[in-house]
Nanobody
Framework: QVQLVESGGGLVQAGGSLRLSCAAS????????MGWFRQAPGKEREFVAA???????YYADSVKGRFTVSRDNAKSTVYLQMNSLKPEDTAVYYC?????????????????????????WGQGTQVTVSS
């Protein structure tokens, strides 16, 4: 079965950087869109960034210009480089894979931005930004 394993979370001071990794196994990785979501305590899980199989990238407004999503198909790994971190970035970060384009294309989108457009999820990694 498909597995997504995140790593790289931790505690960092405001203004610092972290790089999250998500390694996929038993997934047609190169043909899958990959996404990052986050969930802060007491809040809904929210979209952070996505990268399509073709390498196009998309970001939530709250992280645009600070976060960068990338992928290495040879390693079946997606990354989230997070710079200029703020206390409000504190959350559990989840990696997700959309193995099929059907759902988000049917919605008229070129990338999966909603949780129900993803097929597989990682277990999450905690990111804590101190002020």
């Amino acid at each position: 079965q498909v597995q997504l394993v995140e790593s790289g979370g931790g505690l960092v001071q405001a203004g610092g950087s972290l790089r999250l990794s998500c390694a996929a196994s038993r997934l047609s990785f190169s043909s899958s869109a990959m996404g990052w979501f986050r969930q802060a305590p007491g809040k809904e899980r929210e979209f952070v960034a996505a990268i399509t199989s073709g390498g196009s990238t998309y970001y939530a407004d709250s992280v645009k210009g600070r976060f960068t999503v990338s992928r290495d198909n040879a390693k079946s790994t997606v990354y989230l480089q997070m710079n200029s971190l703020k206390p409000e970035d504190t959350a559990v970060y989840y990696c997700a894979a959309a193995a099929s384009r059907r759902r988000y294309w049917a919605a008229g989108s070129s990338y999966p931005a909603h949780q129900n457009e993803y097929d597989y999820w990682g277990q999450g990694t905690q990111v804590t930004v101190s002020s």
